[in-house]
């Protein structure tokens, strides 16, 4: 397994990381995401830790907390060989101080994560998402002092527009709070908006992404082909709504390109797209989740190989739309690409 330093941080992260969203899963989405007990959970996370996987990652949203407490059973004896990353933020209930990144959130948030983890420190805080109610020098105050109790050790975002992070590492300069070192993102072959903005920032500023749903929410599993049916079991049945929409021609297109290249590699499609992404700027850890030992495995199988440059240009020609404004001109006229040349 590749280790890659998380950001600017001295955190080195594995290239793969597990996303523990499919442990305890109920309701609408996470239940169709998997429902992995205790012992289920301990035995992915065995077979994780042996190719290297260390990085496990979930989110006190997650099944009303059951996620986080399912891995704290999971990885009982070995705090020591795991990373824990947890997220906050997002609604836990009705009340007003039910969701938000307020200081007494926060506090509170942290404590119960650390309570069903059965931990004493988290290794990656990430704010699930923005919170504009909230102040940005209170929301950095209190998770310096966080960070100064021992209760985490860094911190980072998940779902922040560009402004949104740059004025939050601007704040925690200006008053020596932790900066975020981590984007938690969305980013496939059949979702790039992240290099519009994102990645030059992640670039500039030392931020590095952790990629969450690198299929494109379960599209590139290779199960969805032009002219065919969406299988009866896929969940998409349900959890589209959820995600990311992507255009059907834009998916067939994308699958073309992935079927091809998985003809001259002899790789899946899914180890395939997977692969692309670890060969993108800034990209720290892809995010891999599995309801059981075989998509696990299939999973894993992502790593050590290269793409050539011939096939990564066939899946960039593929993948490619066209960038919103203000962002297009940068792409499209050699004056502006003369000053600010691609990220990618």
Request: glycine share 10%.
């Amino acid at each position: 397994m590749d280790y890659r330093r998380l950001g600017a941080s001295g955190l080195k992260v594995p290239a793969l990381s597990f996303g523990a969203g499919t442990f305890g899963g109920s309701g609408p989405l996470f239940g169709a995401w998997g429902n992995s007990d205790a012992s289920e959970a301990r035995r992915l996370i065995d077979i994780c830790l042996e190719a290297g996987v260390n990085l496990f990652d979930t989110a006190d949203v997650y099944s009303n907390g059951a996620s986080e407490q399912v891995l704290g059973e999971a990885i009982k004896g070995r705090r020591d060989a795991v990373l824990i990353s947890t997220k906050t933020s997002l609604p836990m209930g009705d009340g007003p101080a039910d969701y938000g990144s307020s200081r007494s959130r926060l506090i509170k948030s942290v404590d119960d994560a650390l309570r069903r983890l059965g931990t004493d420190y988290i290794d990656l805080l990430q704010l699930h998402a923005f919170d504009a109610g909230t102040p940005i020098e209170e929301v950095l105050s209190t998770l310096d002092e966080l960070v100064r109790s021992g209760k985490l050790r860094y911190v980072g975002v998940s779902n922040f527009s560009g402004w949104q992070v740059m004025k939050s590492l601007a704040q925690a300069d200006t008053h020596g709070y932790p900066r975020y070192v981590a984007h938690q993102v969305y980013y496939s072959l059949v979702g790039r908006d992240y290099e519009w903005e994102l990645m030059p920032l992640g670039l500039d500023q030392g931020v590095g992404a952790l990629v969450w749903s690198p299929l494109g929410w379960g599209r590139l599993t290779g199960k969805i082909r032009r002219g065919a049916k969406l299988p009866e079991k896929s969940r998409l049945h349900d959890t589209a709504s959820f995600g990311p929409p992507v255009e059907d021609e834009h998916l067939y297109r994308v699958m073309d390109a992935l079927d091809a290249v998985a003809e001259e590699t002899g790789k899946t499609v899914p180890q395939i797209a997977i692969n692309w992404l670890l060969h993108r700027p800034t990209v720290s850890s892809v995010i891999i989740g599995a309801r059981n030992e075989e998509q696990l495995r299939q999973n894993l199988g992502a790593v050590g190989w290269t793409l050539t440059p011939e096939q990564i240009g066939k899946l960039d020609a593929a993948s490619e739309v066209t960038a919103p404004y203000p962002y297009f001109p940068y792409r499209r006229q050699e004056g502006f690409a003369r000053l600010n040349p691609p990220a990618v």
